[in-house]
């Protein structure tokens, strides 16, 4: 049962902040209001609609409890009742989800990081493969991917790459990509035919604004030089490469993608918070033990929760036994939304587990 004091409070905070904002307070108060109120707009609307179809049960019922309804009446209300419970039980379940506690990041940008792992060169095509897989997913999301930095494989594809994925609700939607991604395939310089594996780590950040993490510049330490380009040629002429180093967490990040000094050390601060903001999430995920069981996996990126089969065009997803034989949608973004949805849905059915247990 649906507690209605809490709901009573919800709707009250929701008009108070309303008139709040009417009253056009300081900016600082206003931006903090707003997004607060953001915040409770789609509680509400559950609240309202599941709150208007249980008032239309309560009549249907009470005609049908009173003795003077005609039985052709009785009839057409009984077959509406019918249908306004099986609309009220969908409306109480869409609240009861509303009403689960928010990832406070979810609605954030999220930094991708994608390294090869065991398999030398076929790991760094396969994880050229992913991010192709993710970049074509935020394309089909309307986000906009920019490449922070990058190393390239010998062969083709990234040791290591990282990247920006600037769009509302990024985080939410790959959060549940964190870990060790496997492929198995026959590469095409395999001759006998025979299947290799193959692995990539993937991790993914919510991207930290500087509200959320608070950076001492007197914890940094700041070193500039000349970029290096492939075989030790120096990219340009000038100091642009940058590093920076946190001293406090002993976070080194290393950005020489731009000619302009000044754009490296924004990225390598960007990078800095979103590691430092992780940091201080993972530290806290550890320390609520109940949070730590609800999530999908343990959140350990060395956890292995994804095989991708291609001789048999199989994707399976350890974590909830979820397997796909549309390995080459998937790889194209256009079926990545199936296995996150399926993720999604299920890390919701088990905060609504612990929440009614």
Do not use: C
Not at 130 to 157: C, D, H, N, P
Request: aromatic residues 4%; without cysteine.
């Amino acid at each position: 049962m649906l507690p209605q004091d809490k709901l009573d409070l919800i709707l009250r905070r929701h008009d108070e902040i309303s008139a709040r904002l009417a009253g056009a307070p300081e900016a600082a108060v206003y931006v903090a209001l707003s997004r607060e109120l953001a915040g409770l707009e789609e509680v509400v609307r559950a609240i309202r609609e599941f709150r208007t179809q249980a008032q239309e049960v309560a009549g249907l019922e009470a005609m049908l409890a009173d003795p003077a309804t005609d039985a052709e009446m009785r009839g057409l209300a009984e077959e509406e009742l019918r249908e306004a419970e099986g609309r009220l039980a969908a409306l109480e379940r869409d609240l009861q989800l509303a009403l689960l506690p928010k990832d406070a990041a979810d609605e954030k940008s999220a930094i991708l990081e994608i390294r090869a792992g065991t398999g030398g060169d076929e790991a760094a095509l396969f994880a050229g493969d992913l991010f192709r897989m993710y970049q074509r997913y935020a394309e089909t999301k309307g986000w906009r991917v920019e490449i922070l930095s990058a190393s390239e494989g010998t062969a083709g594809g990234y040791k290591e790459i990282i990247a920006e994925v600037e769009g509302r609700g990024v985080f939410a939607r790959l959060k549940f990509e964190s870990g060790t991604h496997r492929v198995q395939r026959v590469p095409d310089t395999e001759t006998q035919g025979r299947i290799h594996t193959s692995a990539a780590t993937v991790a993914v950040l919510p991207e930290a604004e500087e509200v959320d993490v608070d950076i001492n510049e007197a914890d940094l330490k700041i070193d500039t030089m000349r970029a290096q380009g492939a075989g030790g040629q120096h990219v340009n002429k000038t100091e642009s490469a940058i590093r920076i180093t946190h001293i406090p967490t002993n976070t080194i990040i290393f950005v020489q993608d731009e000619r302009s000094q000044h754009k490296n050390r924004a990225r390598a601060m960007a990078l800095l918070r979103a590691r430092i903001y992780d940091m201080e999430r993972q530290k806290l995920d550890a320390e609520r033990a109940a949070d730590r069981r609800s999530q999908v996996g343990s959140g350990d990126r060395s956890e292995r929760i994804r095989t991708y089969n291609f001789p048999q065009g199989r994707l399976t997803d350890h974590r909830i036994n979820l397997t796909l034989y549309k390995l080459d949608k998937v790889m194209t973004g256009e079926a990545l939304d199936e296995v996150i949805d399926a993720l999604v849905t299920h890390h919701q059915a088990q905060l609504l587990a612990a929440s009614e247990g």
